[in-house]
Protein backbone atom coordinates (compact mmCIF):
# COMPACT_ATOMS: atom_id res chain seq x y z
CA UNK A 1 0.00 0.00 0.00
CA UNK A 2 2.65 2.46 1.09
CA UNK A 3 5.64 0.39 -0.48
CA UNK A 4 6.82 -0.45 2.52
CA UNK A 5 8.98 -3.75 2.53
CA UNK A 6 9.22 -6.29 5.94
CA UNK A 7 12.33 -5.13 6.85
CA UNK A 8 11.39 -1.72 6.81
CA UNK A 9 8.15 -2.93 8.85
CA UNK A 10 10.82 -5.36 11.24
CA UNK A 11 12.73 -1.90 11.83
CA UNK A 12 9.52 0.39 12.78
CA UNK A 13 8.29 -2.66 14.93
CA UNK A 14 11.90 -2.49 17.38
CA UNK A 15 11.92 1.04 17.43
CA UNK A 16 8.01 1.27 18.79
CA UNK A 17 8.71 -1.48 21.14
CA UNK A 18 12.12 0.40 22.35
CA UNK A 19 9.96 4.03 22.75
CA UNK A 20 6.44 2.96 23.77
CA UNK A 21 7.99 0.13 26.32
CA UNK A 22 7.08 -3.49 26.54
CA UNK A 23 3.90 -2.64 29.02
CA UNK A 24 2.02 0.01 27.02
CA UNK A 25 2.54 -1.46 23.26
CA UNK A 26 -0.37 -3.74 23.24
CA UNK A 27 -2.50 -0.45 24.17
CA UNK A 28 -0.68 1.39 21.43
CA UNK A 29 -1.68 -0.96 18.94
CA UNK A 30 -4.98 -1.31 19.98
CA UNK A 31 -5.40 2.47 19.61
CA UNK A 32 -3.58 2.28 16.05
CA UNK A 33 -6.70 -0.63 14.87
CA UNK A 34 -9.08 1.62 16.03
CA UNK A 35 -8.12 4.81 14.32
CA UNK A 36 -7.09 2.81 11.34
CA UNK A 37 -10.77 0.96 10.99
CA UNK A 38 -12.32 4.36 11.24
CA UNK A 39 -10.28 6.00 8.78
CA UNK A 40 -10.99 2.96 6.17
CA UNK A 41 -14.69 3.14 7.60
CA UNK A 42 -14.68 7.23 6.38
CA UNK A 43 -12.97 6.38 3.12
CA UNK A 44 -14.95 3.81 1.86
CA UNK A 45 -18.56 6.13 3.17
CA UNK A 46 -16.58 8.46 0.85
CA UNK A 47 -15.94 6.37 -1.97
CA UNK A 48 -19.68 4.90 -1.97
CA UNK A 49 -21.17 8.44 -2.41
CA UNK A 50 -18.70 9.63 -5.49
CA UNK A 51 -19.65 6.03 -6.91
CA UNK A 52 -23.52 6.79 -6.07
CA UNK A 53 -22.85 10.18 -7.73
CA UNK A 54 -21.10 8.95 -10.92
CA UNK A 55 -23.83 6.77 -11.15
CA UNK A 56 -26.32 8.93 -11.03
CA UNK A 57 -24.40 11.78 -13.27
CA UNK A 58 -24.05 8.77 -15.71
CA UNK A 59 -27.66 7.68 -15.55
CA UNK A 60 -28.95 11.77 -16.57
CA UNK A 61 -26.38 11.49 -19.40
CA UNK A 62 -27.95 8.17 -20.98
CA UNK A 63 -31.29 9.41 -20.20
CA UNK A 64 -30.49 12.24 -22.32
CA UNK A 65 -29.08 10.22 -24.89
CA UNK A 66 -31.88 7.87 -25.15
CA UNK A 67 -34.58 10.88 -25.47
CA UNK A 68 -32.50 12.28 -28.64
CA UNK A 69 -32.51 8.62 -30.05
CA UNK A 70 -36.04 8.13 -28.96
CA UNK A 71 -36.72 11.87 -30.94
CA UNK A 72 -34.70 11.48 -33.75
CA UNK A 73 -36.74 8.03 -34.21
CA UNK A 74 -40.28 9.03 -33.87
CA UNK A 75 -39.26 11.62 -36.65
CA UNK A 76 -38.17 9.29 -38.89
CA UNK A 77 -41.21 7.27 -38.48
CA UNK A 78 -43.76 9.95 -38.56
CA UNK A 79 -47.32 9.53 -40.17
CA UNK A 80 -48.40 11.74 -42.80
CA UNK A 81 -50.79 14.61 -40.94
CA UNK A 82 -53.56 12.54 -42.83
CA UNK A 83 -53.02 9.50 -42.80
CA UNK A 84 -55.12 8.59 -39.96
CA UNK A 85 -58.98 8.94 -39.90
CA UNK A 86 -61.22 11.40 -37.82
CA UNK A 87 -62.19 9.74 -35.09
CA UNK A 88 -63.00 12.77 -33.30
CA UNK A 89 -66.98 11.74 -32.86
CA UNK A 90 -68.84 12.23 -36.07
CA UNK A 91 -68.43 8.89 -37.37
CA UNK A 92 -68.16 6.34 -35.24
CA UNK A 93 -71.28 4.03 -36.44
CA UNK A 94 -69.46 1.21 -37.33
CA UNK A 95 -65.51 0.28 -38.77
CA UNK A 96 -63.52 2.33 -40.58
CA UNK A 97 -62.77 0.76 -43.75
CA UNK A 98 -59.13 0.35 -44.71
CA UNK A 99 -59.21 -0.86 -47.96
CA UNK A 100 -62.43 0.10 -50.07
CA UNK A 101 -61.29 -3.70 -52.17
CA UNK A 102 -61.58 -5.37 -49.29
CA UNK A 103 -64.54 -7.71 -48.77
CA UNK A 104 -64.01 -9.68 -45.84
CA UNK A 105 -62.50 -12.43 -44.09
CA UNK A 106 -62.45 -15.92 -45.71
CA UNK A 107 -63.68 -18.45 -42.99
CA UNK A 108 -61.12 -20.19 -41.04
CA UNK A 109 -62.53 -23.61 -41.06
CA UNK A 110 -64.82 -24.89 -43.81
CA UNK A 111 -68.43 -25.85 -43.47
CA UNK A 112 -68.81 -29.17 -41.97
CA UNK A 113 -70.17 -32.08 -44.10
CA UNK A 114 -72.96 -34.57 -42.59
CA UNK A 115 -70.32 -37.46 -43.85
CA UNK A 116 -68.06 -36.02 -41.40
CA UNK A 117 -69.57 -36.18 -38.27
CA UNK A 118 -70.96 -39.56 -37.96
CA UNK A 119 -69.07 -42.68 -37.04
CA UNK A 120 -67.81 -45.45 -39.42
CA UNK A 121 -69.60 -48.47 -38.46
CA UNK A 122 -73.38 -49.79 -37.52
CA UNK A 123 -74.23 -46.59 -34.83
CA UNK A 124 -75.50 -50.06 -32.19
CA UNK A 125 -71.76 -51.26 -32.46
CA UNK A 126 -70.54 -47.67 -32.20
CA UNK A 127 -72.92 -46.56 -29.05
CA UNK A 128 -72.30 -50.28 -27.60
CA UNK A 129 -68.40 -49.91 -27.42
CA UNK A 130 -68.63 -46.21 -25.71
CA UNK A 131 -71.01 -47.28 -23.62
CA UNK A 132 -69.44 -50.55 -21.80
CA UNK A 133 -65.31 -50.61 -21.51
CA UNK A 134 -63.59 -54.02 -22.10
CA UNK A 135 -64.14 -56.18 -19.80
CA UNK A 136 -60.88 -57.58 -18.02
CA UNK A 137 -59.84 -61.01 -17.58
CA UNK A 138 -58.41 -61.55 -13.79
CA UNK A 139 -54.76 -62.80 -14.05
CA UNK A 140 -53.51 -65.90 -13.53
CA UNK A 141 -51.82 -66.73 -10.01
CA UNK A 142 -48.16 -67.98 -10.37
CA UNK A 143 -47.37 -71.19 -8.43
CA UNK A 144 -44.74 -70.91 -5.48
CA UNK A 145 -41.42 -72.82 -6.04
CA UNK A 146 -40.97 -75.28 -3.01
CA UNK A 147 -37.92 -73.82 -1.21
CA UNK A 148 -34.32 -75.35 -2.09
CA UNK A 149 -32.86 -77.43 0.51
CA UNK A 150 -29.20 -76.86 0.79
CA UNK A 151 -26.59 -79.56 1.66
CA UNK A 152 -25.13 -79.98 5.02
CA UNK A 153 -21.67 -78.83 4.62
CA UNK A 154 -19.83 -81.59 6.44
CA UNK A 155 -21.55 -84.43 4.56
CA UNK A 156 -23.39 -86.26 7.62
CA UNK A 157 -27.37 -85.72 7.29
CA UNK A 158 -29.58 -85.62 10.11
CA UNK A 159 -32.52 -88.24 10.69
CA UNK A 160 -35.49 -86.76 11.10
Same mark, same amino acid.
Given at each position: ??????? @?????? !??????? *? +??? $??? /????????????????????????????????????????????????????? @?????? !??????? *? +??? $??? /????????????????????????????????????????????????????????????
Amino acid at each position: MFGIDSL @ELLAIA !LVALLVI *G +PKD $LPK /AMRWLGQWTGKARAMSRHLRTGFDAMMREAELEEMQKIWAQQNEAIMKATALP @ENALPD !LSGANLA *G +PVP $LDP /AFQGWPDPLPPETPAETQPSGPPAEAAASAAAPAAKTPRKSRAKKPAATQPDPSGTAEAP
